[in-house]
């Protein structure tokens, strides 16, 4: 028998809501829906997070504290490892990772095995939302069946003569669109993309976002909900390569491209600035693209665009540390040996994140190119092993003009607002910026090498 629970149920007051994965997704997620009212759990593999949490401890830098704190206090958040708890909610939201492989195909295994976690607990009238970045058709093609295998049906079907269609429980993907450290736009104001299995999912999945966002913006699917958010993020990447690629040519040509995009950025229509860099870095932009890549394959299909942006922007680490090499030339120095201080290991300024930070490639290829190297960033006071580099050796050397003055050059890889750039240029001996972070500086101009 289909659930007695409608749709609507989800606009009501007090829902319990199950977040799986506390990161920096599912964690301020879990947090608006406590600040809406809702009693919130949030669900992780990680027992450190989980007594941090109900320690009402924050993890991430960009979140505060005292936030946790008094949702623990009030009993509208705690946290847990205990998956059979996820019976006691009315809607369970997915934000676990969707990384690459080794061989840059998609790894699904965190969303099958949550999907496997959910299942033997899955309850008649339970909403499940999927929100981690994926291509078109998993939360059809790989979520529903494992949801399935409980003898509960939720069929994929579309139209208005499936408005009513029975359901045992409502399934819908609606993608994240989370911008760490942003403070113009939190995760109230974003207009959030819902899509479901059928009409009575999409319904239930509108009712629930509805009470943490601005707006909802339904699409017909969950494919379609999927496909927008690969759509945004490849955008993103195009884009970026795009400007990566015209910079290499203003600095053959001896052009300033970041006049020109600031230039170009006056039209007031029908233009958009992106800006160069030292190559991609983040959980999103590095890697979605590549979801949609692969599931293309299976339709015979290339994704030109792409592969070639994806070309464009891996090689501009390599491009660094090349000017690092010219730019020493100049000194008659070679890279071999050189002493060089790398400024940011985050993949963008003010975050704490290095997640795919293009530093850790630049460092790998000094290293391999046989200079010495140190760094600084005020976020990361020394570095951990991950899953691609092993930097745990390393700590932050703190910043001082006696101590820029110590090495060969500086290397401002990640632009943090907290940096002095002037200071920095007038203790360094030859400073290459990969961010245009220190347009402003006057003094000492001839000692920066813009790359
Ligand atoms: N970080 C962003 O800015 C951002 C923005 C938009 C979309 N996304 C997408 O959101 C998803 C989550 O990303 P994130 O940045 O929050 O990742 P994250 O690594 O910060 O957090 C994921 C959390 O899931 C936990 N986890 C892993 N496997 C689990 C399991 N089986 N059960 C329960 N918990 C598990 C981890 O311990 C971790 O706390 C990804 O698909 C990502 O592409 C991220």
Known sequence: MAT????EFFKGAQLRVGIIGCGYVGLPLALRFAEAGHRVTGFDTDPPKVQMLNAGKSYIEHIQQAKIQQYVNSRHFGATADFSRLAENDAIIICVPTPL?????????????????????????QLIVLESTTYPGTTEELVLPILEKSGLRCPIVSGPENENVPVDFFL????????PGNKQYGLAQIPKVVGGVNPPSGRAAQALYGQVVARVVPVSSTRAAEMTKLLENIFRCVNIALVNELKLLCQRIGMD?????????SKPFGFMPFYPGPGLGGHCIPVDPFYLSWKAREYDFSTRFIELAGEVNTAMPYHVVE?????????????????????GVAYKKDVDDLRESPTLKIMEILQKRGAEFDYNDPYFPHLHKMRHYDYSHMKSVPLSAETLGKYDAVIIATDHSSYDYAAIVDAAKLVIDTRNATRR??????????C
């Open 4 to 7: 007695e629970k409608k749709p």
């Open 101 to 125: 492989n080794e061989y840059r195909e998609p790894d699904l295994s965190y969303v099958e095995n949550t999907a496997k976690s959910i299942q033997p607990h899955l309850q008649k009238g």
């Open 172 to 179: 819908a993907f609606s993608p994240e669109r989370e911008d």
């Open 257 to 265: 491209v970041w006049e020109v995009i600031d230039a170009a950025a």
């Open 323 to 343: 000017s690092v090499a010219e730019a020493l030339n100049q000194y008659r120095k070679s890279l071999k040996g050189a002493k060089l201080l790398v400024l």
């Open 441 to 450: 500086v006057i003094r000492h101009r001839e000692r920066i090498f813009a």
